[in-house]
């Protein structure tokens, strides 16, 4: 059954949030609802025939019960009336599969919050209008909201940049660049057989296959556009530099022999009338020291970088570090906690796809060490 709509900051009572999956986001959104004086973590869903039964607070490492077992059955989380999900499943590789379950879970009446496929942060000019339109049906059917987001593609170049736009007077140009160590990036997946790490050059991994990168990153230009309200050129540009490792290097995901791809430099541009004007850009290590002629983190191994150029030239670089990991654990935590935070918000949504635009302002309500 539909849920009745709450208010986006203050609900009367704590949501109902079932946790889809105790990998490396859903862990943190186990520990990130726990937290929430809001919600309620009332389910957690496994793929793994033996998590099932343990308990959500042991699997998310908190050292602590939580009183929710884990359970690989859909049917029994939905039967918990969650107010909402959060889908932190692998998504990479199975993008339409996935597609399909998110939309199954709205129009069951259940709102979603995701972190993939990352095509529907923004899919208008991606996917089919009418796959679109059918999303939006599921959710006016269930009377529930889908809203896929993290940090990148997320908050790190959709919100933070739009927000720093807002003291333009002029924008000719506006970059959102990832520049990050990917070397404790455990997602052996997406290291090997997306990005190519550790393979030979010659081979084309299905990340660099034309068109590829429009589909996964498109989404982040075309939600900027939209936000500064123009209309970009067809097709979006792509370009990819794949680099040798100089040195036999060692990662948490794949070993990589002095030769084979050790990094990648990409970006999507936007254009208006045949000029650049909105380019996603992702810098791509597996060693630190290597590539020193690319752009580099101020600070740190890794951080995002927003550059507005025009009246007045603006950068803003967000670099994060968690207490008990590098930027890539953090990287995690931040990606579950832009979802977790936005339930309420999502909750009270209109029904259907909700893009980062249909948002309110969305904060750490709650959060503030003391206060709960």
Known sequence: MPHAPRGPQSPEKPLRVVVWSTGTVGRHAIAGVDAHPDLELVGVWTSTPAKAGQDAGELAGLGRTLGVAATTSRDELLALAPDCVVHAA???DRVFEAIEDLTGLIRDGVNVVSSGPVILVHPQGTLPDEMISGIHEAGREGGASLHVNGIDPGFANDVLPLAMTSLSQRID????SEIADYSTYFQPVVMKDLFGFGGSLEDK????????????????VRVLAAGLGVTLDEPLVEHVERRPAVKDTKTVSVDIAEGTQGSVR???????????RITLEHVTRTDAESDPDWPTPATGDGCYRIEVTGEPSMTVEFSHHGEHGDHNVSGMIVTAQRLVNAIPAVVAAAPGLVSPLDLPLITGRGLVTGTN
Do not use: K, N, Q
């Open 90 to 92: 692998m998504t990479d």
């Open 266 to 276: 990409f970006t999507v541009t936007g254009s208006v009338d045949g000029v650049p």
């Open 205 to 220: 991994p299905f990340l660099w296959e034309p068109g590829v990168l429009s589909t996964a990153w498109g989404p982040v």
């Open 173 to 176: 140009h506006l970059r959102v």
